[in-house]
């Protein structure tokens, strides 16, 4: 398994602000994830951020909102930029890690709870 | 139509009881199965993952996948009070390999 950190776990910002999200990963891992879970609804994977490579968005998703580095095998961060209060929501970091078995397997980080004003 | 469907709940159940939860999938590309419990203002934590067709046991819980019928399940034997919570079923699999997540049943375990 994978101890993962994120900071801040909440904040409350206002509109038209950026808010930078941190994830901090205990041991090296290639694949790290951000997703996004609005209020009451799963999960929805906004990026895939490897390093040495830009990240790839999902559909709905762009890079001049949500920008991503990753300078290393143990963190991340995620930026939402021009916040309105639709972006209110948990953004979680994920990484993946290989099983003894060969089965790649997620863990997730606590989440950062952000509102918008 | 949803890749993956789960029944929102909520389940209610008294403790002691056995919770059963289950997720239908269309795409038989899915390989790797996990189930996730996320408390209140938590992260998903893994509780389960799964390869094969089958049952595996780790514990109170039990994780059945039957790929001919696209078909996962959940059991939680003597359910307590802390197991409320949502729990998410997740697979992947396919092009891209990427995890796709049921929306989740909020379960509640009362004393």
């Known amino acids: 398994s994978a101890v993962i950190s994120q900071k801040p776990s909440r904040d409350i910002c206002q509109r038209g602000t950026s808010l930078t999200i941190q994830c901090q990963v205990d041991s090296q891992v290639t694949m790290m994830f951000w997703y996004r879970q609005q209020p009451g609804q799963s999960l929805t994977l906004i990026a895939t951020?490897?390093?040495?490579?830009?990240?790839?968005?999902e559909s709905g998703f762009v890079i001049d909102k949500f920008p991503i580095s990753r300078p290393n095998l143990t963190f991340s961060t995620l930026t939402v930029s021009n916040m309105s209060p639709e972006d209110s929501s948990i953004y979680l970091c994920s990484v993946e890690t290989r099983t003894s078995k060969a089965t790649d397997t997620q863990y997730f980080g606590p989440g950062t709870r952000l509102t918008v004003l | 139509q949803k890749e993956v469907e789960q029944d929102p709940g909520p389940l209610s159940v008294p403790e002691g009881a056995i919770v059963s939860l289950n997720c239908t999938y269309s795409?038989?590309?899915?390989?790797?199965f996990m189930w996730y419990r996320q408390y209140s203002r938590k992260g998903p934590e893994l509780l389960m993952y799964t390869y094969s067709s089958g049952n595996k046991e780790d514990g109170r819980f039990t994780a059945q996948v039957d790929k001919s019928s696209k078909y996962i399940s959940l059991f939680i034997r003597d359910s307590q009070p802390s197991d409320s919570a949502t729990y998410l079923c997740?697979?992947?699999?396919?092009?891209?390999?990427?995890?796709?997540f049921g929306g989740g049943t909020r379960v509640l375990v009362k004393p």
């Open positions: 997740a697979m992947k699999g396919g092009a891209g390999n990427k995890l796709t």
């Open positions: 951020a490897n390093q040495g490579s830009e990240a790839t968005y």
């Open positions: 795409n038989s590309a899915f390989q790797y």
